[in-house]
């Protein structure tokens, strides 16, 4: 069974530069992609960045890399706003026979202070 572990986040003050990460535990996969979604309070989960993507509100300030080695993805974060407070979510998919599979991470909270 595929787990993924996210790390990183926490307390940040406005314009700090958290790198929150996330490691697939468990059988070794090929995801076709990962990514990272957010969900603020009171809002709906949204896309953050996967592959190429990144949402427009944090392009210029998100960058995604992932080691496909590895199974990891990391999410630099610089300039953090008050906006960017959420939960933070890995999210990992991949296609087996035609098949889709979806993981996601427990959360990391990433809070945003003035």
């Known amino acids: 069974q595929v787990q993924l572990v996210e790390s990183g986040g926490g307390l940040v003050q406005s314009g700090g530069s958290p790198r929150p990460s996330c490691a697939a535990l468990g059988r070794p996969s090929n995801f076709a992609n990962m990514g990272w979604y957010r969900q603020a309070p009171g809002k709906e989960r949204e896309l953050v960045a996967v592959?190429?993507k990144l949402a427009d509100s944090v392009k210029g300030r998100f960058t995604i890399s992932r080691d496909n080695a590895n199974n990891t993805v990391s999410l630099q974060m610089n300039n953090l706003k008050l906006e960017d407070t959420a939960v933070y979510y890995c999210?990992?998919?991949?296609?087996?026979?035609?098949?889709?599979?979806?993981?996601w991470g427990q959360g990391t909270q990433v809070t945003v202070s003035s």
């Open positions: 592959m190429t």
């Open positions: 999210h990992a998919m991949r296609l087996q026979s035609g098949v889709r599979f979806d993981y």
